[in-house]
Every structure is written in C-alpha cells, then in structure tokens.
C-alpha cells in the first residue's frame, strides 16, 4: 500500500467524512438488523408534469441502462452484477417508473417483485439507491394516484433505513440526493423528521455545493443538471403542496434553481449538448432544453451572471469555445474530477472540432485511469505525469491550484503550479481570439522546458498534416509554432457510458512554449 498516496488523498476529507466511516463501519460490524416494513399512513401529492426519465425498462423483463442490454429469463435478479455496479445501481433506482408510456400495472408488478424479495437485496439498500428509488417511487405512486398500504409500509421503512444512514461520509452530491429524496417521504409520509432533517441539510449543503455563479460545486455540467432536476422537483413538490408552507425557504431554493439555470445555459453548447467535463455523459441527465423548460413551468427564470469559478464559453458567428481554467472547488469529495486544467473544447459552425475525451466507465480499470488522465484531455502534460493525482475510480491525491487568472475581451490568461512541486515549473495558458482566429500559447515557467500538447479531434473531423499545419476538412486551419515535432495517433473518445468512438489526436513535442493559431 502506498502510504504517502493515500495520505495526501486522506488529508482533504472533513473531520465529518471520517468521523462517519467509522461510525458506519462499526454499524456494518455489528449488523444492526434493519426493518423492512413499519405502517404509516400516506397523503395525497398534488405535483405538476416533472421530466420524462430515458427509456430504460423495455418490456417483458428486459432493461438497458448505461448502453448495456440484459433480459432476465425467469425473475429478475436485482442484485445482478455481471455488468458492474453502476448497472446494478440503476436497477434498483427505479427511474423507469417515470419514462414516457409506463402502464401503472407494469409499475405495480416491478415494485411488488422489488418489495418481495427486499430480504435479499444487497445493492439497492445503500443510501444513495434508497434515495433515489424512493423518490422515482412516491412520483410513480403520485402521478398514478396509486394508495396501497404494502407499498407504503415498504416505502416508509426503506426511508427509516435511510434517516439513519445519511451519507455524511460521503457529502457532495450523495448528502444532497439523500435529502432531496427525504424531503419527498417527508411529504408523502407527513413525517416531521424527515421534513427537518431534509430542511436543514438541504439549506447548509446548497449553500455550500451552489457556487456564486451557479455552478455545482464538484464542476461537472452532467451532475449540475442531475442536481437541479432534484432541485426543481422540490420546488414542484412544495409549491403545490400545502403541508408546510414556508415562503422563505421557498423563496430560498428558488433563488438557488434561478443561480443553476443560469449557469447551466453558459455550459451549453448552441448543438444542447453540454460541455462533457469531468465525469460528463450525455443520456444520464434530463437535457439542458428539458431542464430549462421544466423551469419555465414552475416560473422559475435565470439569474444571469458571470462564471467565476473558472469556466468560459465564447460564443460568436463562426465557432464556439470552452476553456477549463477550474482548479477542484470540491475538494473534500473530488471523484468526479478529471486531472484537465486548462482544456478547452472548440465546435466549429455547430459542429464538433476539438473534444473532450469524456467517460464510458466508473469502473476501477485502466479506461477509467486513462479518461480521467491529463493526456486524455487538450492539454500540456510534463513526463507522461497528470496535472492531478488522480488514481483509483474516484480518488484524487495532490491537485492543481490555479495561481493567476484574467479574463478580458478578446484575451484569456491562466497559470498552474500542478507541475511545481516536482519540477519548481509553471504552467502559463493564454488565448487571444477574434471571430475568425484563435491563438494559444502555451509557456513553462520554471526548470523543466520540454512537455507534450495533445489536441483531440472529433471522429468525422478528417485531418491532413502539411509542414507546420493540421489542415481539416471543415476549412479550418491549425498552425503549430515553436515546435519539436508532432504526430498523429489513433484515440478514442466517449459521449456515452460503455460506447467508444475512435478518432485522431495529435501528439506535440515542445521545449519552452508553443504557440497554435486556429484559422477559421
């Protein structure tokens, strides 16, 4: 085991985080018996028409999720895991219950089969999938107008199982699921617990997880949009019920969604896609245009303001530009963080240019290491080593600080110290661009001279290297300054969990600085 690794991964987790470790691996040691079901009386929700859920129960026991396909010949397994835990976790989430067309008997039979084999459930009683299933549950039940008191007793236990097993020792995004979905049950259930319990974390974490300029703090835009979907189903559920009418903390989630959609509208791509950053896939998340529509009916309009926390998107006739100037905001949980400061994407007329290489695998493997890599982004890389120590699935050691940032017309300017410590060097980014050019300069500060630029290309970019230049299909122009020499490899990329597209990326070797000029 290495020590020093897993100290300087250790040292950024709160006092709360550990505290909880402890105390929830002492529980597990003792195996505290958990109840399955507890009576109690539920209520009527009155909600307005939330965000249909991607199609991902297809009939007669068949389910897809992250792109993988499985029908269960006899019963379904709900802790079937051939296909590794995100696509076991998605089984027991539920989320099918919402997506476009599903019969209320169908519903019906899919929980009744949960609840009777929940003894054995392994998986589907952690926290965050109780969250979720619970939630997806009383929408279902809700929009169904379905009372049924096995279900609810069911129900009601697995949010006991949940009261007392808050992730306090994950936080982040697990903290704010848990309590999204508690505030639900606390409706559903009219129970005061749940209600204040729900109310207090929701009002400490969202200030601390929503930036000032709206962003999600662990800066991936996928998980911002997972975020304020939960977020706006509260406000649905609260505003049309009337069990607690608190006009101020009302008001409060309002203002955090208005702050959200805002930000999620600057990460956005003129195409709807968002900026796949970080642990960022689309057909997770409701879309950008889902997102902002559902917020249009519930009256909700965006606080337009600068990004600030290190994003920037430069939108004119000809193309768009995406620059990660970002150091780790979250740095307390960090998984989702990719070792990428100072990439940037480029969309040429509408049209994919230069990528992300995104995530197809939250699995503790190889793809995983590489797509969270520095060399799997558009950016200068010192000895093959990554800008953050990231290792494992979700694991993040020493990290980048972004030491100088200036945002002006026409002209960005970033510096880093992620290459500081071993090599006393600095990495300088700048950018200068007007409606047809794009320069980028890359400067080491410092001792060490010699580092490599990698440029990712979308897959039906075609490319054709002539002297100094990457010429492309799309009539655009790149030209390398000050260069050693380059190369062009075969890569891949991933929009979407489990599917690769291969593509070409260019490999330049440099001593001191080098310079692009994007001609559009």
């Known amino acids: ?123 589907g009683l952690e926290p965050f999938t109780i969250s979720l299933r619970g939630l997806n549950w009383i929408k279902f039940l809700s929009y169904k107008k379905i009372k049924i008191s096995k279900i609810d007793a069911s129900l009601y236990a697995q949010y006991k199982i949940l009261f007392n097993n808050l992730e306090y020792h994950l936080l982040g995004n697990h903290l704010l699921e848990n309590a999204f979905s508690l505030m639900f049950g606390a409706y559903y259930f009219r129970d005061n617990n749940f209600y204040f319990k729900a109310k207090n974390i929701l009002k400490k974490q969202l200030n601390e997880q929503i930036l000032e300029d709206g962003a999600h703090f662990e800066l991936s835009p996928m998980y911002h949009q997972l975020m304020l979907f939960r977020l706006l189903d509260i406000i649905n559920l609260i505003t049309l019920n009337s069990w607690k009418k608190d006009l101020e903390f009302l008001k409060f989630l309002k203002d955090k969604a208005s702050l959200m959609v805002s930000f999620l509208e600057e990460v956005t791509f003129n195409s709807g896609e968002i900026a796949l950053v970080n642990d960022s896939a689309i057909n997770i998340a409701p879309s950008t245009k889902e997102l902002i529509d559902y917020a249009k009916r519930l009256n909700i309009k965006p606080t337009k303001k600068e990004l600030t926390c290190g994003y920037k998107m430069i939108k004119n006739r000809n193309y768009e530009l995406f620059i990660d100037s970002c150091d780790i905001k979250a740095t307390y949980i960090a998984g989702h963080t990719h070792s990428d400061l100072f990439n940037f994407l480029l969309n040429i007329n509408g049209k994919e240019f230069l990528i992300d290489s995104g995530i197809s695998t939250y699995e503790a493997n190889d793809i995983r290491a590489y797509e969270r890599s520095s060399k799997a982004h558009n950016c200068v890389v010192i000895d093959n080593k990554d800008i953050d120590k990231v290792w494992g699935a979700f694991r993040v050691a020493n990290r980048a600080k972004v030491t100088k940032r200036l945002f002006k017309d026409g002209y960005i300017l970033a510096e880093h110290n992620g290459y500081y410590k071993e090599y006393k060097t600095i990495h300088k980014r700048e950018f200068q661009y007007d409606n047809s050019k794009i320069k980028i300069k890359d400067t080491l500060i410092g001792p060490k001279k010699e580092a490599r630029l990698y440029l990712h290309f979308a897959n039906d970019i075609k490319l054709n290297i002539k002297n100094n230049s990457i010429l492309t299909d799309l009539g655009v122009e790149i030209k390398i300054l000050s260069y050693n020499n380059f190369r062009m490899k075969n890569c891949y990329y991933s929009k979407e969990f489990n599917i690769n597209i291969f593509s070409k990326c260019i490999e330049i070797d440099f001593k001191d600085a080098i310079e692009l000029e994007i001609l559009i």
């Open 1 to 123: 085991m290495n020590i020093k690794l897993y100290f300087n991964t250790i040292k950024y987790l709160k006092t709360t985080q550990i505290y909880y470790r402890l105390y929830y691996a002492l529980k597990k040691r003792f195996k505290i018996k958990k109840v399955l079901y507890i009576e109690k009386n539920s209520y009527d929700l009155a909600l307005l028409p939330s965000i249909y859920m991607h199609k991902s129960y297809l009939g007669n026991k068949s389910f897809k999720f992250i792109n993988i396909t499985h029908k269960f010949d006899n019963k379904i397994d709900w802790n079937y895991s051939n296909y590794g835990k995100l696509w076991t976790y998605n089984l027991n989430y539920f989320e099918f219950l919402n997506q476009k067309y599903f019969t209320k008997n169908k519903g019906l039979e899919l929980i009744y089969n949960y609840i009777d084999n929940l003894e054995d459930i392994k998986d």
